[in-house]
């Protein structure tokens, strides 16, 4: 199947920093990526879409500015946790498909966020 | 009523056995049907799609009930390496692109 990279694989930030999460496409391109965060024990939960060359679309509930996507390229997207508080501790993972909107999605490893 | 959803278990079972689980989905315009499977920590791997007409691979064969709009996924002659969250994944298209999760099923298979 589709490789998808992410990194880092883990972080531990303070309180108030910025932290860049990268989702990278390594055997395709992908025009549209996604991006989710997971609690424990806890179903995976989509962030927002990620579209190359254009803003992306974020769920309800999901704070634009707080959780910042860019898509500069056809392989690689970046999620900016702004201002990280505890409570954005989680797993992050990213999903991209080689054909547009294609339904099967190909994850990334998951970047595991802990904020102190 | 949440898109999708699944029955969380955990199902406890010994090897050998056949353990069989469902998703129920809300939106009848929902097109296309996927199993994931996903391991602790880690991320989401594809396990198989669902065809209308029903399809199996090895040990698991999934099926699509379009009518009570349910998938179902069944493991025969379960192993240990099949303990893990099985995940439901349904697409939507219809103003536009939707992926909805289940909150996975877990599956534990004992010696």
């Known amino acids: 199947g589709a490789v998808v990279s992410q990194h880092p694989s883990r972080v531990i930030c303070k309180s108030g920093t910025s932290v860049k999460i990268e989702c990278r496409s390594l055997?395709?391109?992908?025009?549209?990526m996604f991006w989710y965060r997971q609690f424990p024990k806890k179903s995976l939960m989509l962030m927002a879409t990620s579209n190359e060359g254009s803003k992306a679309t974020y769920e309800q509930g999901v704070e634009k500015d707080k959780f910042l996507i860019n898509h500069a390229s056809l392989t690689l997207s970046t999620l900016t946790v702004t201002s990280a508080h505890p409570e954005d501790s989680s797993f992050y993972i990213c999903?991209?498909?080689?054909?547009?909107?294609?339904?099967?999605?190909?994850f990334g490893p998951g970047t595991r966020l802990t904020v102190l | 009523r949440k898109e999708v959803e699944q029955d969380p278990g955990p199902f406890n079972v010994p090897e050998g056995a056949t353990v069989a689980f469902n998703c129920t989905y809300s939106?009848?315009?929902?097109?296309?049907f996927f199993w994931y499977r996903q391991d602790c920590r880690k991320e989401p791997k594809l396990l198989m799609s669902v065809y209308s007409s029903g399809n199996e691979d090895g040990r698991f064969t999934a099926q699509l009930n379009r009518a009570s709009q349910y998938i179902s996924l069944l493991i025969r002659d379960s192993k240990l390496s099949d303990s893990a969250t099985y995940l439901c994944?349904?697409?939507?298209?219809?103003?536009?692109?939707?992926?909805?999760f289940g909150a996975g099923t877990t599956v534990t298979v004992r010696a």
């Open positions: 999903s991209a498909s080689v054909i547009v909107l294609a339904d099967t999605q190909y």
């Open positions: 994944v349904v697409i939507t298209r219809s103003n536009d692109y939707k992926l909805s």
């Open positions: 055997d395709f391109q992908a025009t549209t």
């Open positions: 939106n009848s315009a929902s097109q296309s």
